[in-house]
C-alpha cells in the first residue's frame, strides 16, 4: 500500500476525498489556470483547498486567495476549519474569542496593507 503524504496543517490528514474529487484534484494541479465548476454540493470547496494546500508543498505558492460573494464568506471559513488547520483573515471581518465583527474603513484598509 503507497504511503500517504502528509498536508498538515494545510489540509487535515483526516479529511476523506471521493474519487472524483481526487480525479478533480489531478486535474487542476496539472493545469496552471484551471477551471472548477462542478455541481453544487460536490466538494469544490475542498477541492480548491486541496490544490492550494498541494501547491504550497510543492513549493509553487504560498497563498490563497478566494474570490466569492460577501453572501459566503461565512461558508468560506467553515470549509477553511472543516478541512485546514491554516490561519484566514476574512477582508472586512475580524473574529476574536469566537466573536465576529465588521471592521470600519480604517480598519479593512489596514487589513490590505
Same mark, same amino acid.
Given at each position: 500500500? %503507497?504511503?500517504?503524504?502528509? #498536508?498538515?496543517?494545510? $489540509?487535515?490528514?483526516?479529511?476523506? /476525498? ?5 480525479? =478533480? ?11 472548477? %465548476?462542478?455541481?453544487?454540493? #460536490?466538494?469544490?470547496? $475542498?477541492?480548491?483547498?486541496?490544490? /492550494? ?5 510543492? =513549493? ?54
Amino acid at each position: 500500500m %503507497a504511503e500517504r503524504k502528509s #498536508l498538515e496543517p494545510w $489540509l487535515k490528514d483526516e479529511v476523506v /476525498f471521493r474519487d472524483y474529487q481526487v480525479d =478533480g484534484v489531478r486535474f487542476m494541479i496539472q493545469r496552471q489556470r484551471p477551471l472548477q %465548476a462542478d455541481e453544487m454540493g #460536490l466538494g469544490k470547496s $475542498l477541492q480548491a483547498i486541496a490544490t /492550494f494546500a498541494t501547491d504550497v508543498k510543492m =513549493g509553487w505558492g504560498n497563498t490563497m486567495l478566494v474570490v466569492a460573494p460577501v453572501t459566503l464568506k461565512a461558508n468560506w471559513a467553515n470549509e477553511l476549519r472543516k478541512f485546514t488547520r491554516i490561519p484566514y483573515t476574512i477582508l472586512g471581518e475580524e473574529v476574536r474569542d469566537g466573536r465576529r465583527r465588521k471592521l470600519d474603513k480604517n480598519e479593512r484598509d489596514m487589513q490590505i496593507v
